[in-house]
């Protein structure tokens, strides 16, 4: 059974901001219908990826752009994401790839001007 199937309401996710910490650092998220950013070092790096909804708790990232320096990963790589708690503004989830997942929180912020 996916966490996806679990009764949670994904919606937050859909045309809104998060920031997530990374090394001691916040970074920006952006998700847009189609479309995932991720902003390093106060805006210097990103990486950009293509989105397809599989449901509203889950999803597919297709690495498409990244200026991030020694980024592990390469253009067309896929990460399936499944959503399975909201809580307030926290959105928790699970990233699979390469057959190696890993567990994440992200918060909702205000929407910052692009």
Not at 27 to 53: A, C, G, M, P, Q
Not at 100 to 113: M, N, P
Request: hydrophobic share 35%.
């Amino acid at each position: 059974m996916s966490f996806a199937s679990q009764k949670v309401d994904c919606i937050i996710l859909k045309d809104n901001h998060f920031t997530y910490r990374n090394q001691g650092k916040d970074v920006l998220v952006i998700f847009k219908e189609s479309e995932h950013v991720e902003y390093h070092n106060e805006k210097r790096f990103f990486i950009k990826s293509d989105i397809t909804w599989v449901s509203d708790c889950e999803y597919y990232l297709t690495i498409k752009e990244t200026t991030l320096p020694r980024f592990p990963f390469k253009i067309g790589t896929k990460l399936h994401i499944e959503i399975f708690k909201v809580k307030g503004k926290k959105v928790y989830y699970k990233s699979t790839l390469a057959g190696k997942s890993w567990e994440g929180r992200l918060t909702k912020i205000k929407k910052l001007k692009e």
